[in-house]
């Protein structure tokens, strides 16, 4: 394992390495997995202060109009930001939880697909968005939501994660889409 980015600087130049706040489960939710539980993360008020912090940083740097959260852990993250920024919190769900006119957008998955969708009047054309997750593997949930937002001809502005899984292709499938993609923590699988 190899970490980046793992210490973070707080205003007070006070140092807190959110890694330790990271905690390895083996074999979960099958064997051969190694989980990254970020529970103990979100039990630490001044880690999630600083976590929302940074995302919200990023999202003025791209000069973000909305913040869209995907479900579920992102949910976690973008409300606060959103809600700092006073921006609009866009959620993204997966098919049958939105109770209005959806934009819709299937992708595949290792061991099957799923769908992703977003409310019809969620964004305005030409809007800039910032999407926020919890964690980039492969990038297929992040890359449905890219076109989600292209469908209602917005910007993805760029994408920012809390973890990174180095070596799954996750960066490259969104970069290879033309946004940018940052994360606080970055681990090689």
């Keep these: 394992m190899t970490l980046s980015h793992a210490v973070w600087i707080t205003e007070s130049e006070r140092i ?3 890694s330790t706040l990271i905690r390895d ?3 979960y939710p099958k064997p051969g997995i190694l989980f990254r539980d970020i529970t103990p993360l979100l039990a630490n008020g001044e880690a999630m202060r600083h976590v929302t912090k940074a995302f919200a940083d990023y999202a003025v740097a791209m000069k973000a109009e909305a913040i869209a959260g995907i479900e579920a852990r992102g949910f976690i993250f973008a409300p606060a930001v959103a ?3 006073g921006l609009p919190f866009i959620p993204v769900r997966k ?3 939105l109770p209005y006119e959806c934009v819709t957008h299937s992708y595949d998955l290792e ?3 799923d769908t992703l969708q ?3 009047d969620a964004l305005q054309p030409g809007q800039r968005v910032v999407i926020v997750d919890d964690l980039i593997a492969t990038g297929g949930t992040a890359g449905a939501t890219v076109e989600l937002v292209r469908k209602l001809k917005a910007i ?4 920012i994660f809390l973890i990174e899984l180095d070596g799954l292709g996750g960066r490259d499938e969104l970069e290879g889409r033309g946004v940018r993609v940052d994360a606080l923590l970055r681990y090689e699988e």
């Excluded at 993805?156 to 994408?159: D, E, L, N, S």
């Design 95 to 97: 098919e049958g939880k």
């Design 118 to 120: 977003i409310h019809t």
């Design 16 to 18: 807190m390495d959110l």
């Design 156 to 159: 993805p502005a760029g994408a």
């Design 83 to 85: 809600a700092q920024l």
């Design 25 to 27: 489960v083996e074999d």
């Design 111 to 113: 061991y099957g697909s």
